[in-house]
């Protein structure tokens, strides 16, 4: 039996292509400028995930079920609702920096923001600084 491909993998597809082809212009300005965040504060080049995540590093994964892969480490993706940061560390392990945020709201392990302004950018920053070390320290 052929192993299932994760829709969410590594491409080739270009990063300024997908952000470029963001429709709304907020949304579009707001991934440029994390795509810069993000570039500073890993200084990893940052590589499509699927067809709608802009993605930096990457790490091997395993399940007790055998099943496996690999994920990126950090990224974000411009979303018709939200400016979406996955925190591969878990978002919530964090409340001291997200209640000095601003608007936002939170999933499992996602940070969604409607628009960068909404938010301190400096506390941003340091979550995703936070989060790409405990990877880094995780996973190399």
């Not at 212009?25 to 810069?36: F, G, S, T």
């Not at 939170?106 to 940070?111: A, E, N, P, V, Y």
Request: with cysteine.
């Amino acid at each position: 039996m052929a192993k299932a491909k994760l829709k969410t993998s590594e491409n080739n597809a270009s990063v300024k292509d997908f952000l470029n082809s963001v429709e709304d212009i907020q949304r579009k300005q707001d991934a440029k400028a994390a795509l810069q965040i993000m570039k500073n504060i890993t200084g990893v080049k940052p590589k499509m995930w699927g067809g709608t995540i802009v993605g930096f590093g990457k790490y091997h994964y395993k399940y007790d079920s055998g099943r496996e892969g690999e994920m990126l480490k950090t990224g974000f993706s411009p979303r018709k609702n939200a400016l979406t940061f996955y925190v591969s560390s878990g978002i919530n392990k964090r409340p001291e920096l997200l209640e000095r945020l601003g608007k936002y709201k939170t999933g499992k392990s996602c940070l969604y923001i409607k628009k960068l302004e909404d938010i301190d950018l400096e506390i941003l920053q340091e979550i995703i600084k936070a989060d790409w070390e405990y990877m880094n320290e995780r996973y190399g």
